[in-house]
């Protein structure tokens, strides 16, 4: 990618900040957060790291960003308790190149004194790539 300087400034102007968020989030990303009114965005720059051999980006590499997504947006509304995944259920609806930037939004459907239920999808700017579900754990801090 040789214009990748441009797209990260292009991506600072439109408000995406890059986190180092260490652990494994920072071998899916770099991950990029933005807030938004009715939560936070996440995002991740498609370099040639995040492609499989037929020269997509790897599926994995999308439910990972999915997983760390849906977890954080449990994490936030359950008052930043930890959270772990006890089910990832997710859809391909299309394939990501190298160069374009993964957008990944999710949202709470319900949450109960232990569960968290959480509905995302991630997409770039044409095409909405994959949709899916997630049930979030709480876990209390004496487990």
Not at 32 to 51: Q, S
Not at 86 to 97: C, G, I
């Given at each position: ?26 071998r899916i990303g770099p ?27 790897h599926g994995g590499g ?49 949450a109960t004194n232990s ?29």
């Open positions: 990618m040789d214009d990748l300087p441009e797209r990260v400034e292009a991506l600072q102007a439109a408000g995406w900040k890059q986190r180092a968020l260490g652990g494994f989030a920072d991950i990029w957060t933005r807030k938004e009114t009715d939560g936070w965005a996440y995002g991740v720059l498609a370099t040639p790291e995040h492609l499989n051999p037929a020269g997509f980006v999308l439910c990972a960003l999915f997983d760390h997504v849906v977890s954080a947006v449990a994490w936030e509304a359950v008052g930043r308790r930890a959270c772990v995944t006890v089910q990832l259920n997710t859809q391909f609806l299309a394939a990501a190149r190298e160069g374009q930037f993964l957008e990944a939004r999710a949202r709470v459907a319900r569960l968290v239920f959480v509905d995302g999808v991630i997409e770039t700017a044409e095409t909405q790539l994959l949709r899916g579900s997630s049930v979030q754990k709480i876990i209390d801090s004496a487990t």
